[in-house]
């Protein structure tokens, strides 16, 4: 009987060749290194092979289920038990319990792709028997009508569900690897972001009015910031010096590998304290300012960040968590009130050496007056601060 180890140290070998697990299940490794699993059975003198995947795509454990399903699907007794559930139970199940507590606008458009893509064709299935062809030939049908992305998002829906239902047993493996390999690619902008100023009108009053109070105050901090993503995820109290409002961060932080001062205007400072508010609220003890809702012990996700920019009807070729920092760069150039040297010291774009130490120090007044002027911008343009 294999092992997760075993399988991963075999090396090929000038010939294909196969090792048996258990119960008709094998692997092949084949001269180029990749490795396949198979089913093999013997009916009536005759041998069958049934191919099951690749791995590491399919690990061990979830080769051994797909082989149980193989099993049953030919007619042969098995003693692991497969779960009935219907693909539209389980769906319903995840959509209420990990979806209709996200925002309305997101919530609403998972819905339409659950009820127009996924629930007309496979409602009634016994999820634990769909196929990985069978939702891959769903999603290049999408991808034909022209809908590269939403063949992405429609696959993403259902890893999302079947990866919901696997600890629970609802169904024993996820037939979505590999799959995203056999689409077309999403050609999005690079960090793209947004410069008209009807749109940024328009993404920060989606922000104001954001449900999801912790997040909003993330997406808020950004905006105000305009830091790189990682660096606001990872933002830590002990960073912050509100009575002076700065944040520091540190060097080890950064990518240029230097502290970089932040100047912060009377609207950061507003979320960082309407955020203490909320995690002393919820009873929530951690260094991080934005902390991940599943352990106070890890930053806020960027997946958290990119599902609230996409519920705001904000796709990835039109902003992204780290466009924020080009669209300050063109309102702040494009005002003419600001000299470049104090923008690029702001986005801690690097000048190298002393000269970068000199920067930060010399335009430090006018980078605080600039900082502040680019919130009240915001503001002016959404409508207000936070609420």
């Known amino acids: 009987m294999l092992t997760e180890i075993a399988v991963r140290d075999l090396r090929p070998k000038e010939q294909r060749f196969m090792k048996a697990d258990r119960d008709g299940l094998y692997v092949e490794v084949v001269p180029s290194g990749i490795k396949y699993w198979w089913f093999v059975t013997q009916k009536g003198g005759k041998r069958r092979k049934f191919s099951l995947g690749r791995y590491p795509e399919l690990s061990l454990k979830a080769a051994r289920e797909a082989c149980a399903l193989k099993k049953r699907e030919v007619g042969i007794a098995t003693g692991l038990e497969v779960p009935d559930v219907r693909f539209g139970e389980l769906a319903e199940e995840w959509y209420k319990t990990r979806i209709l507590p996200l925002s309305a606008n997101y919530s609403r458009t998972v819905r339409m792709r659950l009820d127009k893509y996924l629930l007309p064709r496979f409602a009634g299935r016994p999820a634990a028997f769909i196929k990985g062809k069978e939702i891959l030939a769903l999603c290049k049908e999408v991808e034909r009508e022209g809908f590269i992305e939403t063949a992405h998002r429609v696959l993403d829906i259902f890893a999302a569900v079947f990866q919901f239902g696997i600890p629970t047993g609802m169904v024993p493996a996820d037939p979505t690897a590999g799959l995203s390999a056999n689409l077309m690619p999403v050609r999005a902008a690079h960090f793209a972001a947004l410069t008209d100023r009807r749109d940024v009108a328009e993404l920060m009053r989606g922000i104001r009015y954001y449900r999801q109070r912790r997040v909003r105050n993330a997406l808020l901090f950004s905006a105000y910031t305009f830091c790189r993503p990682g660096e606001v995820r990872g933002a830590l109290w002990r960073e912050l010096d509100l009575p002076r409002r700065e944040w520091r961060i540190p060097a080890e932080r950064m990518k240029g590998n230097r502290e970089h001062v932040v100047p912060l205007s009377r609207q950061a400072a507003e979320v960082l304290e309407d955020e203490r508010r909320l995690l002393d609220e919820d009873g929530v003890r951690t260094e991080f300012?934005?902390?991940?809702?599943?352990?106070?012990?890890?930053?806020?996700?960027?997946?958290?960040?990119?599902?609230?920019?996409?519920?705001?009807?904000?796709?990835?070729?039109?902003?992204?968590?780290?466009?924020?920092?080009?669209?300050?760069?063109?309102?702040?150039?494009?005002?003419?009130?600001?000299?470049?040297?104090?923008?690029?010291?702001?986005?801690a774009h690097s000048a190298g050496g002393v000269r970068e130490i000199y920067n930060q120090a010399k335009y430090m007044p006018e980078r605080v007056r600039m900082m502040q002027w680019y919130a009240d911008e915001l503001d002016g343009l959404s409508g207000g601060g936070i609420s």
């Open 289 to 347: 300012v934005f902390p991940s809702e599943r352990s106070a012990t890890r930053p806020m996700s960027e997946n958290t960040v990119r599902i609230a920019i996409r519920s705001m009807g904000f796709g990835p070729d039109k902003m992204t968590a780290h466009g924020f920092r080009h669209m300050a760069s063109t309102i702040l150039n494009e005002s003419g009130l600001w000299s470049a040297d104090a923008i690029e010291t702001q986005l």
